[in-house]
């Protein structure tokens, strides 16, 4: 398998396993139209953060939990904004790179750093993403060949989906030096291929409108379809008697009809078949809609017709927040098209570079479609994640825009939260200030790489039962703990083995 080499690889290639755990501090929950105090319990929620950090923070809780992954990365172009740099030169960035890499990134190209960036991410986001999900990340083409490279180094080749063409501009720029860009990729890989299971695409009023025949028998609308295939079956040359004009009509040399002679008759026998207008044409075979899968099979082609383009998108966003604050938000159809495709209605979606909020925007528009539970975890570092991301996402909840515009609200909630302090403290002790509850849960998971939940146990020790295990913490944060025969004759759970952290021991 080709592999792809840059300065700074060796250095982080396994950076992930550095980053330090550190806690998510609530700040607000946001239900019923306002803030509040407590949690939500919604499973919503957004993270103000750096996303590598953030990413780490969520294993505790969501490894292997995520059943849809959707990004939309800086793209490497060499153009600065207001909202982040996208030559990846943010000063955030730049000291990152200097502490992770050291010196050598002082020679690093654009493209390294870039690759430096993504490739610890990448990791993680493959960590959390479950058995059978999936990640669709947005790219052109400035960094597209790199990232198919260590996408498959991270996810695996045989991983690879597919590679989407978006059209994301109906129109040409006069102003293109070569040619006028009318697409960007969305990259698709799967945690398992061979276990991925798609949804079909929703169809379209265009694939529908062909259906516009009705007989007001019960059966709704229909269309005209072929009744032959070309191959030869002995079961299916025969002749069909138009009703109308008693003219039979045998299938073309070379071909035959889809269905028996007695099935024929059936379709004869309950009006199924169409002579034409005139009534005195060949067969043709009634396809119904309400009969045919109630969607397609995903094409890779997405046309701005079906899923919006970059225009509409920023249209959307200054109907919500006003001010230009994004020159090319994703329009929140295309992102409610992976997540038909991608995810069903009680799963996690998660998307670590989250912008003005548009994911969120269409996790809450299809729940609202269909009945779901999906649940979203936003992750932005920039300074904007309150008064844009979760703002938007606000005012998604409670219905926006004003007069002709206005759209009204999708309901629902979430909790926006702040990265704190680390579990660590530099000498690699425990850091006691983030409060024993953080502890236990990272204790647990570092154990059984599963979310912890509070234990009612008599045990004021025990963290919980698993793989026939009893896992215990002993800690008291003013006193060093013993595990000595006093401690062990406490234990009221019964298990084949126990595992248990205190300070010290005694034999």
């Known amino acids: 398998m080709p592999t792809l080499n840059w300065i700074g690889k060796d250095k982080v290639i396994n950076h992930h396993i550095n980053v330090p755990y550190k806690i998510l501090e609530h700040q607000y929950g946001y239900s019923n139209g306002s803030e509040i105090k407590t949690e939500t319990q919604s499973g919503n929620k957004i993270l103000h953060g750096d996303n590598l950090e953030a990413l780490k923070a969520l294993l505790p809780q969501y490894e292997g939990k995520v059943k849809c992954i959707y990004i939309d990365p800086p793209y490497n172009t060499g153009n600065e904004g207001w ?29 390294d750093k870039w690759l430096c960036m993504m490739y610890p991410r990448l990791k993680l986001l493959h960590k959390l993403l479950s058995k059978d999900g999936s990640i669709f990340i947005s790219i052109d083409d400035t960094e597209h060949a790199n990232l198919r490279l260590i996408c498959d180094e991270i ?7 597919d590679n989407i063409i978006w059209e994301k501009n109906y129109s040409p720029r006069n102003d293109a030096k070569y040619f006028s860009a009318s697409h960007d990729f969305i990259v698709v890989y799967a945690k398992n291929k061979q276990t991925w299971n798609r949804n079909l695409a929703p169809r379209t009023e265009k694939q529908n409108k062909f259906y516009k025949y009705d007989d007001n028998d019960g059966r709704g609308k229909w269309r005209p379809d072929n009744v032959l295939v070309k191959s030869f079956s002995e079961t299916g040359v025969f002749g069909i008697e138009n009703p109308n004009t008693s003219e039979i009509f045998y299938p073309p040399e070379g071909s035959c009809y889809r269905f028996n002679e007695e099935k024929s008759k059936l379709l004869l026998k309950e009006n199924r078949l169409y002579f034409g207008k005139d009534g005195k044409g060949k067969p043709q075979l009634k396809r119904y809609l309400s009969e045919v899968n109630q969607g397609i099979v995903p094409q890779t082609l997405w046309k701005y017709e079906e899923v919006s383009h970059s225009q509409e998108g920023k249209k959307q966003l200054n ?49 609202k479609k269909d009945g779901g539970n999906r649940r979203f975890i936003l992750v932005e570092m920039e300074s904007y994640a309150n008064n844009v991301t979760a703002e938007r996402v606000k005012r998604v909840i409670n219905g926006y825009g ?10 629902g909630s979430f909790d926006f939260y702040e990265l704190g302090n680390s579990l660590f403290l530099d000498n690699e002790m425990l850091n006691e200030d983030v409060g024993i509850d953080k502890i236990r849960e990272y204790v647990w998971f570092s154990e059984t790489r599963l979310p912890y939940k509070t234990s009612d146990s008599e045990d004021e020790h025990l963290l919980g039962v698993t793989n026939s295990s009893a896992l215990y913490f002993y800690y008291y944060k003013d006193k060093l703990t013993t595990l000595d025969d006093s401690f062990l004759r406490q234990i009221r759970t019964k298990s084949e083995q126990y595992i248990i952290y205190a300070d010290k021991t005694v034999c």
């Open 402 to 411: 004003e007069n002709g515009k206005k759209v009204e609200g999708t309901a």
């Open 83 to 111: 909202v982040y740099n996208d030559n990846v030169n943010d000063p955030k960035i730049k000291k990152w790179l200097g502490n992770v890499v050291g010196k050598e990134a002082e020679d690093l190209s654009r493209h």
């Open 319 to 367: 109907n919500i927040i006003s001010g230009n604050v994004f020159d090319t938000p994703k329009p929140f159809q295309l992102i409610e098209r992976i997540l038909q495709i991608a995810s069903n209605k009680e799963d996690l979606i998660l998307d670590s570079f989250a912008g003005s909020g548009t994911t969120a925007h269409a996790v809450l528009n299809l729940n």
């Open 155 to 161: 996810f695996g080749q045989g991983n690879f989906v």
